[in-house]
């Protein structure tokens, strides 16, 4: 079964401990080991019941954030590829391929066609983010012949213009930081159709 990893892995991390920080608050709370309030000077802070609180929030956060990157993104990539008209013979590139999330469901599509797929392979954006990750979910897929991966930078393409028929991206544009870099990465000629799956 291929495995598309789990986006934000230090964000799910960091809300599973916060979820757990605030259970051990409140449960230290009702169970009498201390107050559960903190107090400044005149100000009191009620730490206990608001660790119920936030173990609830963070603990369904990290879940629903954990959930999605294991099912629910498949089914948005089915969604968004059907979007679109497929004759089997496009050039597809995926901009922030990842583990080959939205470059695998379009080389699926693809008859005589060929997809390739760039990405700077950051771990902190997708647990197991590499290239070998992203050829062995091809593989298990049955897509391995209609695919390639490259290191690259989406706001410095390594192709030449008109060289695909489609280009693709999905949850990518936001890991790059600066509004000049995303500009960079918009502005970026490709000579192919845009579709609604650019987000």
């Not at 309030?37 to 005149?42: K, M, S």
């Not at 019941?49 to 099912?71: E, H, Q, T, V």
């Not at 936001?174 to 870099?181: I, K």
């Amino acid at each position: 079964m291929p495995d598309y990893g789990l986006d934000a892995p230090g964000a799910v991390r960091n809300l599973f401990i916060a979820a757990g920080a605030g259970l051990l608050t409140w449960l230290s709370c009702v169970t009498h080991l201390w107050s559960g309030v903190l107090a400044l000077g005149p100000s009191r802070f009620p730490l206990g019941p608001m660790g119920l609180g936030l173990a609830l929030a963070c603990g369904f956060m990290g879940a629903w954030m954990a959930w999605d990157s294991k099912f629910g993104k498949v089914r948005e990539r089915e969604r968004l590829l059907d979007l679109l008209t497929w004759t089997g013979r496009e050039r597809v590139l995926d901009v922030g391929c990842g583990r080959g999330l939205l470059l695998v469901g379009a080389a699926k599509r693809l008859t005589t066609g060929s997809a390739a797929g760039i990405d700077l392979w950051q771990q902190e954006d997708l647990s197991g983010n590499r290239p070998e990750a992203t050829l062995e979910n091809a593989r298990l897929e049955g897509v391995a012949e209609r695919i390639e991966v490259h290191t690259a930078d989406m706001r410095k393409i390594p192709f030449l213009e008109g060289a695909f028929d489609t280009v693709l991206s999905m949850n990518a544009i936001h890991n790059v930081y600066s509004a000049p870099g995303r500009a960079a990465a918009f502005s970026r000629k490709t000579g192919a159709r845009l579709p609604a799956a650019l987000c």
